[in-house]
């Protein structure tokens, strides 16, 4: 299960989902567009880390609390 606990790298984030760095990065651009990641470390060259905003957070949440949910009904 992917670990969103501390900030990771685009390569961190492609072997824990099983995809390719440039589809990470491709989705780190348009989430960190619509507010729901940063990144933490913008200067670096190498190993830049990103994490969710308090928005990617609430967003998780409540994603995983209609997941739960919609478990529970079947």
Same mark, same amino acid.
């Given at each position: 299960?992917?670990?969103?606990? @501390?900030? %990771? $790298? #685009? ?15 491709? /989705? !780190? ?8 990641? @940063?990144? %933490? $470390? #913008? ?15 609430? /967003? !998780? ?14």
């Amino acid at each position: 299960m992917l670990s969103l606990d @501390k900030p %990771k $790298t #685009p390569k961190q984030l492609a072997s824990e989902c099983k995809i390719s760095i440039s589809n990470v990065s491709n /989705a !780190l651009a348009e989430l960190i567009e619509a507010g729901f990641v @940063k990144c %933490k $470390t #913008p200067d670096a060259h190498m190993y830049k880390y990103f994490e969710l905003t308090q928005k990617g957070k609430k /967003a !998780l949440k409540q994603s995983l609390a209609e997941e739960t949910n919609s478990q529970r009904i079947k």
